[in-house]
């Protein structure tokens, strides 16, 4: 301990809890409070058990209100995007420590309604149809996934009415259908990603992590690690999508433990085939039971051209390959 005085004026104003809404009735009356004439209301939806990724969009949130604006924050279990054998009842929920990040981060209001608050007339029967991108990959392996997500979303816009509404790029297909569902319902928000949180060792954060044992961990760290590899494959500047793909499943295979779901080159915009310039390696594993699921970004050779420098390379022989670099 030093005996020296605590700094007065450094440092972050004294966090004040956000005003906390259980109801439809509670959020509808402290947002009319909130004035969009002094700063954009910026939304951050979640389910809760917060860690450093959700500490990421928040303070990217806040960054977007600007000094005047108000941060939402969002914190519902959404039922309807359980399948029946999911971790509907065993996801974690932590509301205290939730609300003092909230606090911590600036939000204003936090919306933590009931399953009957958001549902009111039991399970919907109109919900948002998320169109043929969420049959694959995540959709695949979770049928009616993005049925629920996108319609919860779409609640949770039309009971909070923010300007801007913020998206993790950890969870890239839902980030793409979320922008896809604003463009064709012309919903009247903008929606900014924020780039994915790791922990030290490479691991995408997740509420779901703290259901990995040690063993589980070293396991999973095989995911982020073939993701590095296809990464690396497409900077090397002659990597089309199948050479980063086979570079991502040669790491994978190096640890059976880890069930691969799928692992894919796809066009951002889309999730269809990735075509030459900015796209995404995308993999789903599971881990011990606990299911993964992780991205980056890479940026891809045409395929004549990385077929190209492929030959140029084996002709100049070895030694030749260091000009490419
Ligand atoms: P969830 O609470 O898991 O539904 O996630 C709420 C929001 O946080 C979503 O937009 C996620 O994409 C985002 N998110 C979750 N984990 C991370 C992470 N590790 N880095 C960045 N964003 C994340």
Do not use: W
């Amino acid at each position: 301990m030093s005996d020296r005085p605590p700094p007065m004026s450094d440092g972050p104003p004294p966090a004040s809890s956000p005003l906390l809404a259980r109801t439809r009735a509670e959020l509808a009356a402290a947002r009319a409070a909130l004035d969009p004439r002094t700063g954009p209301v910026v939304l951050v939806p979640t389910m809760g058990a917060l860690h450093t990724g959700h500490e990421r969009l928040l303070r990217a949130a806040r960054t977007l209100a600007g000094p005047r604006g108000s941060v939402v924050v969002s914190i519902f279990v959404n039922p309807l995007q359980f399948g029946p054998n999911e971790d509907l009842d065993r996801y974690p929920r932590t509301l205290e420590e939730d609300l003092a990040m909230c606090a911590r981060e600036g939000a204003r209001l936090v919306f933590a309604p009931s399953a009957a608050e958001m549902y009111p007339g039991g399970k919907p029967e109109v919900t948002v149809d998320p169109g043929p991108a969420s049959q694959l990959f995540e959709g695949e392996f979770r049928p009616g996934f993005f049925g629920g997500v996108l319609t919860v979303v779409l609640k949770l816009l039309h009971l909070t009415r923010p300007a801007i509404a913020v998206f993790g790029q950890k969870d890239a297909q839902q980030l793409t259908l979320v922008r896809r569902m604003v463009t064709d319902l012309n919903l009247d928000v903008v929606i900014e990603p924020v780039p994915t949180a790791r922990d030290a060792d490479g691991l995408a954060t997740s509420s779901r992590n703290r259901y990995l044992s040690p063993a589980d961990r070293a396991v999973a760290l095989a995911l982020p690690r073939a993701l590095r590899a296809g990464q690396a494959r497409a900077a090397e500047g002659f990597g089309d999508a199948a050479a980063v793909l086979a570079a991502a499943r040669d790491a994978l295979r190096a640890e059976p433990a880890l069930v691969v779901d799928y692992v894919a080159v796809v066009d951002p915009g889309t999730f269809g085939p990735a075509e030459p310039g900015p796209a995404l390696l995308v993999a789903a594993a599971r881990a011990g039971g606990t299911r993964l699921i992780d991205n980056v970004p890479v940026l891809l050779a045409a395929e004549a051209a990385a077929e190209g420098i492929l030959r140029d390379a084996a002709t100049e022989g070895p030694g030749a390959d260091a000009a490419h670099h």
